[in-house]
């Protein structure tokens, strides 16, 4: 499965909205109806930190600006009012097939 | 408070064998599919291995296998990578990691 993320940068203002879409090949729609999509930030010096679980599920302790939509193989991680501690490389990753693959990251920056 | 430290990391010649280990905490270690991660200098994360509940279910990412080995010892709540053969590309931090947490990771330099 390979997963393209879009864009691979991106600069924003603080305040302002941020978008990252994440198309996989393959859909992530397991026959058990979950879809194993997920969304990780890593910031400078840090390991990755899961953000998103399953599509649209916050990982606790992960603010509300985050979101998480999509179906199938078009998924989307919203940022609703970037702050300057959003600041990192943010992936998609999908667990439907094992091992499991991460898309190539998108850099954000303020 | 899940917690996941990772050591074992250093320096080896290409060619080496490192075994790397990771002390859980915090969760049930016994109920919960393990991995090994890594990450190149300047790379993006990779899985490389995961390994089942009960340690008989191994899996391994192309780059790793044949190389490295995967295993987990409920009983004292530690999961290990034996990396054998190791390359130049197996420089990397490695991590280990729950789906919904990562360690903090061990740096493997090969280097002559």
């Known amino acids: 499965i390979v997963l393209t993320q879009t864009p691979l940068s991106l600069s924003v203002s603080p305040g302002q909205p941020a978008s990252i879409s994440c198309k996989s090949s393959?859909?992530?729609?397991?026959?058990?109806?979950?879809?194993?999509m997920y969304w990780y930030v890593q910031k400078a010096g840090q390991s990755p930190q899961l953000l998103i679980y399953e599509v649209s599920n916050r990982f606790p302790g992960v603010p509300d600006r985050f979101s998480g939509s999509g179906s199938g193989t078009d998924f989307t991680l919203k940022i609703s009012r970037v702050e300057a501690e959003d600041v990192g490389v943010y992936y998609c990753m999908q667990s439907i097939n094992l091992p499991p693959g991460f898309g190539p990251g998108t850099r954000v920056d303020i | 408070q899940v917690q996941l430290v990772e050591s074992g990391g250093g320096l080896v010649q290409p060619g080496g064998s490192l075994r790397l280990s990771c002390a859980a905490s915090g969760f049930d270690f016994r109920t919960s599919p393990m991995y090994w991660a890594r990450q190149a200098p300047g790379k993006g994360p990779e899985w490389l291995a995961c390994?089942?509940?009960?340690?008989?279910?191994?899996f391994y990412g192309d780059s790793v296998k044949g190389r490295f080995t995967i295993s987990r010892d409920n009983s004292k709540n530690t999961l290990y990578l034996q990396m054998n053969s190791l390359g130049l590309e197996d420089t990397a931090i490695y991590y280990c990691?729950?789906?919904?947490?990562w360690g903090r990771g061990t740096l493997v330099t090969v280097s002559s």
């Open positions: 393959q859909s992530l729609l397991h026959s058990d109806g979950k879809t194993f």
């Open positions: 990691a729950r789906i919904t947490r």
């Open positions: 390994i089942s509940e009960d340690g008989y279910k191994p």
